[in-house]
């Protein structure tokens, strides 16, 4: 199941674009949006974007039987 991205809350980053080991994002044209969801079924559940999004904006959705050893990200303390 692909990642969800709170467009409110999103900066425009791309950290996720750059980080996803299989490219579930792409960028859009337009500078500072959000980006899009281009191959929804290649996200493995990682959760690397969900931890490195400095907007906390991208939540995962978790398929029923993977979610039974699932753990989510820890919040983490910004460092600055
Ligand atoms: S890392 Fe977070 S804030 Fe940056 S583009 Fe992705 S969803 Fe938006
Ligand atoms: S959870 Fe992992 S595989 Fe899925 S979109 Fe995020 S970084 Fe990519």
């Given at each position: 199941m692909p990642?969800?991205?709170e467009k409110d809350k999103c900066i425009g980053?791309?950290?996720?674009?750059?980080?996803?080991?299989v490219d579930v994002y792409g960028v859009q044209e337009k500078k500072g949006c959000p980006p899009v969801i281009r191959y929804p079924e290649?996200?493995?559940?990682?959760?690397?974007?969900?931890f490195d999004c400095p907007a906390k904006a991208?939540?995962?959705?978790?398929?029923?039987?993977l979610a039974m050893v699932f753990v989510d990200a820890p919040e983490?303390?910004?460092?600055?």
């Open positions: 990642p969800i991205i980053c791309h950290k996720c674009v750059d980080l996803c080991p290649e996200c493995w559940h990682c959760n690397a974007c969900v991208i939540r995962l959705r978790v398929p029923a039987p983490r303390k910004r460092e600055n």
